[in-house]
């Protein structure tokens, strides 16, 4: 690793809020060629179920609390990159950060490709809901996802200048949606689970013996819908006033979709008419399932699901902006192949245009796997699958 790694073992710098944006920005090496193009709304931007969620929440807000208070100090796109320097010893500075910029940027990038992969199954279950004779194989679930990434890339590179307005509109499609999914299953869905059902008693179909392990995999929702917090950090060189804007959104963000989620998720588990029929969900996504048995409507169906569906597309475009920015902060301090390629900044876009374009052509690639993973859940077990899954990441 090259003398920029090292640079990274920064003494504390002293924050004076009085002093000028520009001023500040600079001693934690903030690169001034990023356009101010995002404030803080722009910026902002989803009992072995119910508890589980409760608990990675929890937790992982609590994760929230303290990285916004080291960004509120260290706002840098390099994000963890720069912060595992700043507080690890001189000896293992560098080696730590190299290793954390891997794992940020392969967790950004993965989540690029898990988001789509989700948003092309959600558009195939819908399609076999109004023609069941209709069964997605794996090339076209990876047709859908190219697809979703091209539209991903679009938005961050060619309609850049747009992006912001853009992710302000979602605000509002994803909290009417969420208010409107919210109402309607309520209104609609009976017979309602009981209280007993939601909280206490537990089916476990996973393939898995121990309900422990269960429990643990169910903290995956939990975590994932309040996680992705430190999306904001990345593109601190592009807010103005990172100091105070960066650990606002990270906080705020968190705390809205911790406080709304929660509701979001009792609603489901209640208004889950059919649980026997999640076994075996159509096209194998259960809240497609949930929405046919609990609506009885195709049209309030297809409703909910367009409203998720294009939630996922602009999660996948958000991740996709992080992840871009964290691969090019991770290249200015030379922890990539080709550096100089994919640290450059585009002067016409004011953005990573070569880390981002890299980023979604790897999606591409690399979601190929997808076949491999279908043809599994077609022939093996799901605890083999699980298996597999984890050696893999």
């Known amino acids: 690793m090259s003398q920029h790694l090292a640079g990274l073992e920064a003494s504390r710098p002293h924050v004076d809020s009085a002093m000028p944006n520009e001023v500040v920005v600079g001693e934690v090496h903030h690169n001034e060629q990023m356009k101010k193009s995002f404030n803080i709304w722009s910026a902002a931007g989803l009992p072995c179920l119910s508890t589980p969620t409760l608990v990675g929440c929890t937790f992982s807000f609590l994760l929230c609390l303290s990285l916004a208070e080291i960004a509120a100090v260290y706002p840098s796109a390099s994000g963890q990159i720069y912060w595992t320097a700043v507080f690890s010893n001189n000896k293992h500075a560098r080696s730590l950060s190299y290793y954390t910029g891997w794992m940020l940027c392969s967790g950004w990038f993965l989540w690029v490709g ?69 109402v309607s299953l309520l209104a609609r869905a009976h017979p309602k689970q009981s209280a007993h059902d939601v909280f206490v008693s537990m089916i476990n179909a996973t393939g898995w ?59 489901y588990t209640f208004c889950n008419t059919k649980p026997q029929n999640l076994l075996t969900p159509i096209g194998n996504n259960p809240i497609v399932q949930l929405y046919l048995d609990a609506y009885d409507s195709k049209a309030l169906t297809v409703t909910a699901t367009a409203i998720l569906l294009v939630g996922e597309i602009a999660a996948a475009a958000a991740c996709l902006c992080a992840a871009g920015r964290s691969w090019w902060a991770f290249a200015e301090h030379q922890g990539t192949p080709f550096p100089k390629f994919f640290g450059r900044v585009n002067k016409r876009y004011s953005i990573p245009v070569n880390a981002i374009t890299f980023l979604a052509v790897l999606t591409v690639l690399i979601s190929a796997i997808s076949h491999r993973v279908y043809y599994c859940s077609e022939r093996h077990s799901w605890r083999r699958i699980t298996v597999r899954l984890y050696i893999l990441f």
């Open 209 to 267: 013996d121990s309900n422990v392990v269960v429990f643990f995999i169910g903290l995956v929702p939990g975590v994932g819908f309040v996680s992705g917090f430190d999306c904001v950090t990345h593109m601190a060189d592009e807010v103005p006033d990172p100091h105070r804007v960066v650990p606002l959104v990270m906080v705020g963000a968190s705390a809205i979709s911790f406080l709304a989620g929660l509701p979001m998720l009792f609603t």
């Open 114 to 182: 898990g988001t789509n992969l989700l948003a092309a199954q959600i558009l195939s279950a819908i399609v076999t809901a109004f023609y069941p004779s209709f069964s997605a194989s794996s090339w076209q679930i990876y047709l859908l996802v190219a697809a979703f990434t091209l539209v991903n890339w679009i938005l961050n590179v060619p309609l850049f200048n747009f992006y912001p307005h853009f992710s302000k509109a979602m605000l509002y499609w994803f909290n009417l949606g969420a208010l409107f999914i919210f």
